[in-house]
T-cell receptor, first 111, second 112 residues
Framework: NAGVTQTPKFQVLKTGQSMTLQCAQDMNHNSMYWYRQDPGMGLRLIYY???????DKGEVPNGYNVSRLNKREFSLRLESAAPSQTSVYFC??????????FGSGTRLTVV | KQEVTQIPAALSVPEGENLVLNCSFTDSAIYNLQWFRQDPGKGLTSLLLIQSSQREQTSGRLNASLDKSSGRSTLYIAASQPGDSATYLCAVYPDSWGKLQFGAGTQVVVTP
């Protein structure tokens, strides 16, 4: 099925460990996004990529890095995980303001 | 800074009742507004997109209105069903690039 695929679905990290969240879309969208969702706070934008080869910071970029590997793939890296990064992470893609599609999320716990 | 608020945070209604979900935003200079549904443990599913030139959008039992001047959008769900139980989120587009600013959502429970 067409859509946005995220891996892994669940992850537990120790403080200070690093990891990369993977995201791939097969809808030929130019724009891709990483959001985090915390209880009672809705989704907040971490980073986005308006097109292949470009990335920009969103509302909460500290502690994260991203790579737009190609048009399909957009990864999010935590270099040194902190308990404050415990959250559910969502990847999404769109064609501008149209066709917004979300992945099913990665539930990350940092202990 | 744009603030998006959804009130109430949660509500419970009996099956068959109409649902009215509210979304307010502080900066009326938005591009589009979109309503999403989120089921527990799942991603977000787009329900309705209201473009900047529109005042409402309809799909089946769902109707969403947008009043940019007053900074409000309302999602109506007619004749609610237990399958409508989910969290509903509204999000505004500050520009045409697709970055979204979300409200915290309204958790809806429809009891049989």
């Amino acid at each position: 099925n067409a859509g946005v695929t995220q891996t892994p679905k669940f992850q537990v990290l120790k403080t200070g460990q690093s990891m990369t969240l993977q995201c791939a879309q097969d809808m030929n969208h130019n724009s891709m996004y990483w959001y985090r969702q915390d209880p009672g706070m809705g989704l907040r934008l971490i980073y986005y990529s308006a097109s292949e080869g470009t990335t920009d910071k969103g509302e909460v970029p500290n502690g994260y890095n991203v790579s737009r590997l190609n048009k399909r793939e957009f990864s999010l890296r935590l270099e040194s995980a902190a308990p404050s990064q415990t959250s559910v992470y969502f990847c999404a893609s769109s064609e501008g303001a149209v066709g917004y599609t979300f992945g099913s999320g990665t539930r990350l716990t940092v202990v | 800074k744009q603030e998006v608020t959804q009130i109430p945070a949660a509500l419970s209604v009996p099956e068959g009742e109409n649902l009215v979900l509210n979304c307010s935003f502080t900066d009326s200079a938005i591009y589009n507004l979109q309503w999403f549904r989120q089921d527990p443990g799942k991603g977000l599913t787009s329900l309705l997109l209201i473009q900047s030139s529109q005042r409402e959008q309809t799909s089946g039992r769902l109707n969403a209105s947008l009043d940019k001047s007053s900074g409000r959008s309302t999602l109506y769900i007619a004749a609610s069903q237990p399958g409508d139980s989910a969290t509903y989120l509204c999000a505004v587009y500050p520009d045409s690039w697709g970055k979204l600013q979300f409200g915290a959502g309204t958790q809806v429970v429809v009891t049989p």
